[in-house]
């Protein structure tokens, strides 16, 4: 019986089937959903741990106690956890060790594009690619196969269109992996330089061993058609290719690092011509080349962006049908903070008074965009209290009045800790604002340490954002009601002029995780039409007839709209 | 079976990847093979959000390209229109007759357009309105209009109606089998 799996849910499967015993993982788009389906199955240990690197830090000591081990992140969460990755991979493992990145061409949900491929290759790590869910499952249980045969920790690369896509599985029993226990091994688990000095020839020397193993692996598909085109590929690529190419030859590698030189060989001497085919970096094209065998690629195929059928049709100048052609102009529908969003009233503040925001990843980054127009600058997660504090080190006593940085939660957690602790020791004066929607709600809603659950959503210690700020050294805290907009601006604009840390923790609900009990209702008698209350950017609330109007169905009865609302004309009202 | 694709689209929130779950269910439960293709994360805070399913005796691509589609489900009529460049002009619209003003349109900046079923009979072969929620609070839920419009979806497409029924009752919890059963059998008689 087959059933239609998204790459993630393949991935879990393929985990528990393999006998995972520990997954670890911090939430980002698009690799959440893997340690959400792992909860499935009550035999794996599953966590949110509170950033990629600390997920990757208690992968590795499962993995050096003897257990199968996973861990998953976004492709930025890599560069996170990047340190001990090139570490882990000179001392090797115990249990099976995979590092799952999920990378995300097309940037549908991410601050980049790198490939992370190049990880591979840089951390001398075996990698998997697959194609679709059913080798995503099936490449999940060998690479635990590969990871223990050659004590390395291996790379499982997925994108965006293999996490997100469902394509039907055939599922298989499970197997229980036995878990050896730890034991003391300072020569393997201590990274001393007199210990990594011995580990690096024998990691050179595995690179060798695993290539002549990826010579033979039956993973790697060589499909000889017409043999005037031969195109290598790996992942999602080879289903565009197969597509748009139904008549040729092909090479579709599983495992694309170390690449299987005699393999390529052999198929570069059965068809004419061989064209590269793969997604951002010529990353297999450029290593093919150095094996001296002529290759093309990217000199067609754009590096950036996501391929598709249509990308690949208009590199190779295949013809394809006339274009559509409006005659309408159709306006943009960027995301937007949900109607209701906690984070709303505290972007609409740093608007009017004019405050210079930095920001962090998260919804809030859609704080951004107009009319709210609250967040000037946005570089990785953790980086907004940092990059609000490294400003004032450059700004004037006057412009330093004017900075705030903003964080949210989860994001807090993950990196924003240390960075608070910089400013506070540095005698730093940047104001923090905390938006505390007490879960992780850009993707999906994950828990983490402020709320009390574990990743299964059974009781945890709950970790005090504000206790933990106090004890950073912050001694003006104070807890606002985002939804209450004359007290958030008289707190606001107090602890920018002071010359010394505060900390705001604006704290409400993610408003999608509420059900909401009033809408807000405009009187048309009273309404102007002044559109100061559009200027919030509420998606339940437009301009109709001159009049402000709120949508009775999308409106959660915030009462922000209210209390702009200079003429009293808006109300509360029971939801329907 | 030639392969068929179906583009799902609207608003986030609409319960656009639910529908194409069902459909893609649908098709394997067909014994067909099939693959759906969407996107998480920040499009779905009230972006546009786009779904597809392709079904058929072999399927590679989980996505299309211009001009691809058999169908498009539509669940907000703006969004068809930005969508439609990837009907084939032999294709199907079935829109819900329902506008959600974008945020430039909400705020005066652009204007909602006009005419738009006009707009899609002219790049399509039939299009289909349906007023989804009208139906929905018919049967007293107006969270339904996503299971409605897929209804009026397998009318025109040649599953039996009994996989539908049987995927339906295998997906939801049972206390909103009921209801649902009832919004597809209104969007297939529709």
Same mark, same amino acid.
């Given at each position: 019986m087959k059933v239609l799996l998204s790459g993630n849910e393949a991935v879990a499967r393929g985990a528990y089937e393999a006998g995972c015993n520990i997954a670890s993982a911090y939430p980002g788009t698009p690799s959440t959903e893997i340690l959400e389906n792992l909860r499935k199955y009550k035999d794996v240990y599953v966590e949110w741990s509170t950033n990629e690197k600390v997920a990757f830090d208690v992968a590795v000591g499962a993995s050096f106690a003897g257990a199968r081990t996973l861990v998953a992140m976004k492709h930025v969460g890599l560069n996170v956890a990047a340190d001990p990755f090139f570490t882990v991979s000179y001392e090797g493992v115990n249990g099976g060790f995979i590092v799952i990145t999920a990378d995300d061409p097309g940037m549908w949900s991410s601050q980049n594009e790198q490939d992370n491929r190049w990880y591979a290759l840089m951390a001398k790590i075996p990698m998997l690619e697959p194609s679709d869910s059913q080798e995503a499952k099936d490449l999940i249980k060998l690479g635990f196969d590969i990871s223990e045969e050659f004590d390395t920790p291996l790379l499982f690369r997925l994108t965006t269109r293999i996490c997100h896509s469902s394509t039907p599985v055939t599922l298989g029993d499970n197997i229980t992996h036995k878990i050896k226990g730890y034991v003391p091994n300072v020569s393997k688990f201590l990274c001393l330089p007199s210990n990594a000095r011995r580990w690096h020839p024998i990691v050179e020397n595995r690179l060798l061993k695993l290539q002549a193993y990826n010579e033979k692996l039956n993973k790697n598909i060589m499909e000889i058609n017409d043999t005037s085109i031969g195109i290598i590929t790996s992942g999602i690529s080879y289903q565009y290719a197969r597509e748009v190419f139904p008549d040729a030859s092909f090479l579709k590698l599983s495992m694309t690092y170390p690449l299987p030189i005699k393999l390529i060989k052999e198929f570069a001497g059965k068809v004419k011509k061989i064209y590269v085919i793969e997604e951002n970096d010529p990353f297999l094209e450029n290593n093919i080349k150095i094996l001296g065998i002529q290759v093309t690629g990217k000199d067609k195929i754009p590096i950036c962006g996501e391929l598709s059928q249509t990308v690949l049709k208009k590199s190779f100048n295949i013809s394809t049908p006339e274009p559509t052609e409006l005659t309408v102009k159709i306006p943009e529908r960027p995301p937007v903070l949900c109607p209701g969003c906690p984070h709303r009233g505290v972007f609409y503040t740093i608007n009017k008074l004019k405050l210079h925001a930095m920001g962090d990843i998260g919804c809030y980054t859609l704080g951004a965009f107009p009319p709210l127009n609250a967040m000037e600058t946005c570089v990785c997660m953790g980086a907004s209290i940092s990059n609000a504090y490294g400003i004032e080190r450059a700004s004037t006593p006057e412009d330093k009045t004017k900075l705030v940085a903003v964080i949210g939660d989860s994001t807090f957690f993950h990196t924003g800790v240390p960075a608070l602790i910089n400013l506070v020791y540095n005698n730093g004066c940047t104001t923090t604002l905390i938006l505390d929607n007490l879960i992780t709600a850009m993707t999906g809603h994950q828990q983490h340490p402020g709320t009390g659950k574990t990743a299964r959503e059974e009781p945890a210690r709950k970790v005090s954002i504000e206790e933990l700020v106090k004890g950073s050294g912050v001694n003006r805290v104070f807890i606002v009601d985002p939804y209450n907009l004359d007290e958030l601006k008289t707190i606001l604009k107090r602890e920018v002029s002071i010359p010394e840390p505060s900390v705001i923790i604006a704290r409400r609900d993610c408003v999608l995780r509420i059900k909401p009990q009033f809408a807000m209702k405009?009187?048309?008698?009273?309404?102007?039409?002044?559109?100061?209350?559009?200027?919030?950017?509420?998606?339940?609330?437009?301009?109709?007839?001159?009049?402000a109007y709120i949508d009775h169905i999308l409106c959660t009865g915030c009462g922000l709209c209210q209390q702009v609302c200079v003429k009293k004309s808006i109300s509360k009202e029971q939801k329907c | 079976m030639k392969e068929t694709s179906v583009l799902i689209c609207g608003v986030g929130g609409q319960g656009i990847l639910l529908a194409s779950d069902l459909l893609g269910k649908v098709a394997i439960e067909a014994g067909l093979d099939a693959k759906k293709s969407e996107v998480h994360g920040m499009a779905q805070r009230g972006g546009a959000v786009v779904s597809i399913v392709r079904f058929g005796d072999k399927i590679?691509?989980? /996505?299309?390209?211009?001009?691809?589609?058999?169908?498009? #489900?539509?669940?907000? /009529?703006?969004?068809?229109?930005?969508?439609?460049?990837? #009907?084939?002009?032999?294709?199907i619209c079935i829109v819900n007759n329902y506008e959600l003003p974008p945020f430039s349109v909400s705020t005066g900046i652009d204007k909602y357009p006009e005419n738009i079923p006009e707009e899609i009979k002219k790049h399509s072969k039939e299009m289909f309105l349906i007023n989804g929620l009208k139906l929905a609070k018919e049967i007293g839920n107006s969270k339904t209009v996503n299971v409605i419009l897929l209804g009026a979806l397998a009318k025109r497409l040649s599953f039996p109606k009994e996989c539908w029924i049987k995927t339906i009752k295998g997906h939801f919890p049972p206390k909103i089998i009921d209801i649902n059963l009832k919004a597809f059998e209104l969007g297939y008689n529709n």
């Open positions: 405009v009187n048309n008698d009273i309404c102007t039409g002044c559109k100061l209350c559009v200027n919030l950017g509420c998606p339940a609330l437009t301009f109709k007839d001159n009049k | 590679y691509s989980p /996505i299309i390209g211009e001009n691809e589609a058999d169908f498009i #489900l539509s669940f907000e /009529i703006l969004e068809t229109l930005r969508q439609i460049k990837f #009907l084939k002009k032999s294709g």
